[in-house]
C-alpha cells in the first residue's frame, strides 16, 4: 500500500474538514492547524505534502524553506501577496489560488457598497440615527440618477467584470483600466478602456478597485490620485488593503473630493485602533462617520463561496499529490 500523503490547512478551518476529505481523504491524512500566526506553523508543517491557507496568515520565505516535499501551497483565495512566491518557485515550489470561488459575491459587495453610499442610504441612516437634521431626504441631497454615471474599474480580471456587468445593468457607463488586459475586451462587453490610470480617475463618479497587490498596485491610490477624481465622487476597494493609502481618505472626505468610501479590506486585519480612518470613522462629529463604510474583509462571504474555496482549495492539491498538470499558478 501507498504511503499516504499530509495536507495541512494553516488558516482558520476548524471544523470536521467534511469538504476537503470529500476530495482529499482516500490520499490523505488532512490535519487543520487553525492558526493565525505564522509563527504558530513552526515544526507543523514542515513534512506537508501540500499546504493550504486563506489571508489570515502568511507563508515567508523563513517557513517555506522548511518544507521538506510541498508538492503544493494553494492559497484558497484570490489575493496571493501573503505567499512569498518568489521563494517558492526557487525551491521548486509550486503557488495556485483558487481566483474564482467568490467573483460573484465580490462584485455583488462592490456594487452594493456603491449603492449605499452613491444614494445615501448609509448617510442618512447614521445621521437619523443620532437625530440629526430634519426627518427628510434633503440630508443626502444632492442625489444624482444612478443612469449613465461613469463607473470606473481597475483590474478587469474575473471580479471587475463581474462587477462591469453589474454596473451596466444599473444604466451606468462603465469604464476600465488595465494595462494587461489583451486588446477586444472592451468590444465584447460593451465597456470604454482608458489607457491611463489618470484618465480613469479624472472621468470616474465612482472608482472600484477589483487589481492583485504588486509591487506596482502598492498605494495605487493616494492623495494625489484622489485629487484628480471630479469632486463629490465615491471610491470602493473591494480588492486589496494596501492598494488604497487608507490615511488619505479622511482629509478627502472632509475636503468634499470624495462623498463617501466603501472599504472591505485594509492593509492590517483587524486595524490598529489609532488608524487616523479609524479615529475618524468612529468619531461621530467627523464626515467620516457618515459617508465611510468599512467592513471586515467579509465582500467574499458567502456559504456557497466558502464551500467552493475549500472545494476548489483540495482539487489544487488533489492534482498535485497525484502529479496531474495544475491550474491557476502564480509563481
Not at 490535519?31 to 505564522?38: M, T
Not at 472592451?186 to 463618479?205: V, W, Y
Not at 478627502?252 to 466603501?262: D, K, M, N, Q, T
Request: aromatic content about 6%; proline content about 6%.
Amino acid at each position: 500500500m501507498s504511503p499516504r500523503f499530509r495536507v495541512v490547512i494553516t488558516d482558520f478551518i476548524a471544523d470536521d474538514l467534511a469538504p476537503e476529505r470529500a476530495i482529499l481523504g482516500d490520499l490523505a491524512d488532512l490535519e487543520a492547524l487553525n492558526a493565525f500566526h505564522e509563527s504558530e506553523l513552526a515544526g507543523r508543517i514542515d513534512s506537508a505534502d501540500a499546504v493550504m491557507l486563506y489571508h489570515n496568515l502568511g507563508l515567508s520565505r523563513d517557513t517555506i524553506r522548511r518544507l521538506q516535499r510541498c508538492k503544493l501551497i494553494v492559497r484558497c483565495g484570490v489575493g496571493f501577496d501573503n505567499v512569498d512566491r518568489i521563494a517558492a518557485r526557487e525551491l521548486g515550489i509550486p503557488v495556485a489560488n483558487v481566483p474564482d470561488y467568490g467573483t460573484e459575491e465580490v462584485a455583488d459587495s462592490a456594487v452594493g457598497l456603491m449603492l449605499t453610499l452613491v444614494r445615501g442610504i448609509h448617510l442618512c441612516n447614521a445621521r437619523l440615527q443620532r437625530r440629526l437634521g430634519p426627518w427628510s431626504y434633503t440630508q443626502a441631497a444632492p442625489i444624482h440618477r444612478l443612469r449613465g454615471q461613469v463607473f470606473g474599474i481597475i483590474g478587469l480580471g474575473r471580479i471587475g467584470t463581474a462587477a462591469a456587468l453589474r454596473a451596466r445593468a444599473l444604466g451606468m457607463e462603465v469604464l476600465f483600466y488595465d494595462p494587461y488586459k489583451p486588446d477586444g475586451y472592451d468590444k465584447a462587453l460593451g465597456l470604454r478602456r482608458c489607457e491611463t490610470l489618470d484618465e480613469l480617475l479624472a472621468i470616474s463618479r465612482v472608482v472600484s478597485l477589483h487589481c492583485p497587490l504588486t509591487d506596482e498596485t502598492r498605494h495605487l491610490i493616494r492623495a494625489r490620485e484622489l485629487e484628480q477624481m471630479p469632486r463629490g465622487s465615491f471610491l470602493i476597494n473591494t480588492a486589496r488593503g494596501g492598494c488604497v493609502d487608507l490615511a488619505a481618505l479622511p482629509p478627502a472626505i472632509v475636503s468634499g473630493r470624495l462623498a463617501g468610501a466603501g472599504i472591505d479590506v485594509l492593509p492590517h486585519e483587524p486595524p490598529p485602533d489609532d488608524h487616523p480612518l479609524l479615529v475618524a470613522w468612529r468619531d461621530p462629529s467627523h464626515p467620516c462617520f457618515d459617508r465611510v463604510i468599512l467592513n471586515p474583509h467579509s465582500a467574499f462571504y458567502s456559504e456557497e463561496g466558502l464551500t467552493d474555496m475549500r472545494v476548489k482549495g483540495a482539487q489544487a492539491c488533489r492534482r498535485a499529490l497525484l502529479g496531474e498538470p495544475l491550474r491557476n499558478l502564480v509563481n
